[in-house]
T-cell receptor
Framework: ETGVTQSPTHLIKTRGQQVTLRCSSQ?????VSWYQQALGQGPQFIFQ???????GRGNFPPRFSGLQFPNYSSELNVNALELDDSALYLC?????????????FGPGTRLTVL | GDSVTQMEGPVTLSEEAFLTINCTYT??????LFWYVQYPGEGLQLLLK?????DKGSNKGFEATYRKETTSFHLEKGSVQVSDSAVYFC???????????FGAGTRLFVKA
């Protein structure tokens, strides 16, 4: 059974650019959640996708957007990058949307915005 | 809104010492509570959880009890090992079941 994978591992962008991060969910999981983890902080919930639809969103501006594909893999897109977007971006997959469904996290993508 | 507060680190202990990491929460209703661990270079892993008051979650020698009266979920381990060195996150999932709210994390160093 393959776990949650994310790509790329590291990424460097400049302010104003756009970035796409990718996540492959664990086999059998239909839900993907994305989190932003700033250095020295806990992860902050960005949004969740369930069966290709956005199921909930945290306090992030619209320039953070996402997609989920029929195979339940997912993308996180960030437009007009700002310096404060520098962080570790984590995705987590689960077999459902409730707190009873354990989330399995990927290793993350480290984004640096210069 | 819902929030989690955990003790600041780093916490430095000698091998076989007793560990407590304090965690308190604010939430509407009856959230589920979690401890996650992040080892160096690895993703977050669920360590243990509790879904209702007075439940005790346990795993790998770690345990935590859901205390509604004190809104707390302190993590304990009787005898830590060097391999327990990691960052520990307390978290909750409340009435918005899809969202998990994390504390800031507590880094633990265990010396041989």
């Amino acid at each position: 059974e393959t776990g949650v994978t994310q790509s790329p591992t590291h990424l460097i962008k400049t302010r104003g650019q756009q970035v796409t991060l990718r996540c492959s969910s664990q086999s059998g999981h239909n839900t993907v959640s994305w989190y932003q983890q700033a250095l020295g902080q806990g992860p902050q919930f960005i949004f969740q996708y369930y069966r290709e639809e956005e199921n909930g969103r945290g306090n992030f501006p619209p320039r953070f957007s996402g997609l989920q594909f029929p195979n339940y893999s997912s993308e996180l897109n960030v437009n007009a990058l700002e310096l404060d977007d520098s962080a570790l971006y984590l995705c987590a997959s689960s077999a459902g949307t409730t707190s009873y469904n354990e989330q399995f996290f990927g290793p993350g993508t480290r984004l640096t915005v210069l | 809104g819902d929030s989690v507060t955990q003790m600041e680190g780093p916490v430095t202990l000698s091998e076989e010492a007793f560990l407590t990491i304090n965690c308190t929460y604010t939430a509407t209703g009856y959230p589920s509570l979690f401890w996650y661990v992040q080892y160096p270079g690895e993703g977050l892993q669920l360590l243990l959880k509790a879904t209702k008051a007075d439940d005790k979650g346990s795993n790998k020698g770690f345990e935590a009890t859901y205390r509604k009266e004190t809104t707390s979920f302190h993590l304990e381990k009787g005898s830590v090992q060097v391999s327990d060195s990691a960052v520990y996150f307390c978290a909750l999932s409340g009435w918005e079941g899809f969202k998990t709210i994390f504390g800031a994390g507590t880094r633990l160093f265990v010396k041989a």
